[in-house]
Structures are given as structure tokens and as C-alpha cells.
């Protein structure tokens, strides 16, 4: 079983950055495709982006594309998320995951994906 931890989340001002990471134990997570996924208060989870088991293939939603950037290191057994030019509305708890492929469809699915991380706070402040 596949346990992840997610971290690098924080407090920044609107156009700061942060680079997020989940960091898996218990399995490889090089046979699986990962995602990002994010949860503002009162909100559904949103998935944000996935990528798939080599890296050749990344996904992002409309409202990060051009912003955010994952990546992923199979031998460090982890997955990144860089993100640039951050706004207020991109407050939320972020959390990875694991699943079988990445594309939109999968990240409009949240019950593709499993082995969730309990998150990482990001607050951008206006």
C-alpha cells in the first residue's frame, strides 16, 4: 500500500511561488499516474494536474496552465508541483494521489485516483 506525504505549502503573497511535493513510501509509485488535486473551503476537490507513469505526459486545468508545472523524480519515489505567479484563488488544501492514467477526464474524476495524502495548506494573500 501506498502512503504519501505531501509538503511545501505556506503562506505567500499574490505572484509568489511555491513548490509543493509527495513523497510516497510503502511502493513505488513508478507504475501509477499522479495527480494533484485541491480543496477550498466550501468547495468540491478540483483536480489540477497529473502526470503519467514515465512523465512524457502531463495534464493541467484551465485555471493553472501557464502557472503550474509538475514533475516527477521515480527514483526519489516523488512527485512535484511548481507554482508560479499565484493568486488569492488558488487558496486551498492540495493533496496527491495515485491512479491509473492521467488526462482531463481523470482529473474531472476524482474516484479515479487513490492513496490520497492528507494535504497541504497554500494561502495566498492579496
Known amino acids: 500500500q501506498v502512503q504519501l506525504v505531501e509538503s511545501g505549502g505556506g503562506l505567500v503573497q499574490a505572484g509568489g511561488s511555491l513548490r509543493l511535493s509527495c513523497a510516497a513510501s510503502g511502493r513505488t509509485v513508478s507504475r501509477y499516474a499522479m495527480g494533484w488535486f485541491r480543496q477550498a473551503p466550501g468547495k468540491e476537490r478540483e483536480g489540477i494536474s497529473c502526470?503519467?507513469?514515465?512523465?512524457?505526459?502531463?495534464t493541467y486545468v484551465d485555471s493553472v496552465k501557464g502557472r503550474f508545472t509538475i514533475s516527477r523524480n521515480n527514483a526519489e519515489n516523488t512527485v512535484y508541483l511548481q507554482m508560479i505567479s499565484l493568486k488569492p484563488k488558488d487558496t486551498a488544501v492540495y493533496s496527491c494521489a495515485v491512479g491509473g492514467y492521467c488526462s482531463h477526464y481523470d482529473l474531472e474524476t476524482p474516484g479515479n485516483f487513490g492513496s490520497w495524502g492528507q494535504g497541504t495548506q497554500v494561502t495566498v494573500s492579496s
Open positions: 502526470i503519467n507513469r514515465s512523465g512524457e505526459i502531463t
